[in-house]
């Protein structure tokens, strides 16, 4: 690569390789698999970074992530990758009475909820509130309508606000 090459990856990437490593840690689930993630991200990245033609630098790796990760998860841990019908999203509970805020719980208590949280939903919740990302990135980055990202971001809030309430409150 060339000495542009390897400094437009540096303005584009470099600021971003903690989002990325967030985003990598709460796909993967542990800290190990995440490194390996975030690594073959990067490598993409660099290699690809001639595609790259402005824009949000953060947006852009952060789908090379995501798309790493799901490709990832599906070779080493296939049951981790599950895509939910439309059906099986209806089916999800609705708790119509559980308050809209989120209810107080310990950092490990926190971790454990959102590890148990569909794929698809926990990288939505991750993007949004962990990583700030708007709904139109968030969309571009998981490739679905923002109407999907919406409705995942919803059902993973309702789905926390569930388990909560069904472990009385804070552990």
Not at 147 to 155: E, F, N, P, Y
Request: aromatic share 6%; glycine share 8%; proline share 4%.
């Amino acid at each position: 690569m060339s000495r542009d090459a390897a400094e437009q990856f540096e303005q584009v990437v470099g600021p971003h390789l903690d989002a990325a490593y967030n985003l990598a840690r709460w796909l993967a689930g542990n800290d190990h698999d995440a490194a390996d993630i975030a690594q073959d991200a990067c490598v993409r990245a660099f290699r690809f970074i001639g595609g790259h033609r402005g824009g949000d630098g953060r947006a852009w790796l952060l789908a090379i992530v995501r798309n790493t990760a799901v490709s990832w998860l599906k070779k080493n841990r296939p049951r981790a990758v599950v895509t939910l019908s439309p059906e099986a999203l209806g089916e999800i509970e609705d708790p119509g009475g559980i308050p809209g805020t989120f209810l107080q719980a310990d950092a490990a208590a926190l971790r454990a909820a959102l590890d148990a949280l569909p794929l698809e939903f926990r990288e939505a919740l991750v993007l949004r509130e962990l990583e700030g990302l708007a709904y139109k990135e968030i969309a571009d980055i998981t490739e679905v309508p923002v109407g999907t990202v919406m409705s995942r971001l919803a059902r993973a809030r309702r789905q926390l606000q569930l388990h909560f309430a069904r472990k009385g409150g804070a552990s």
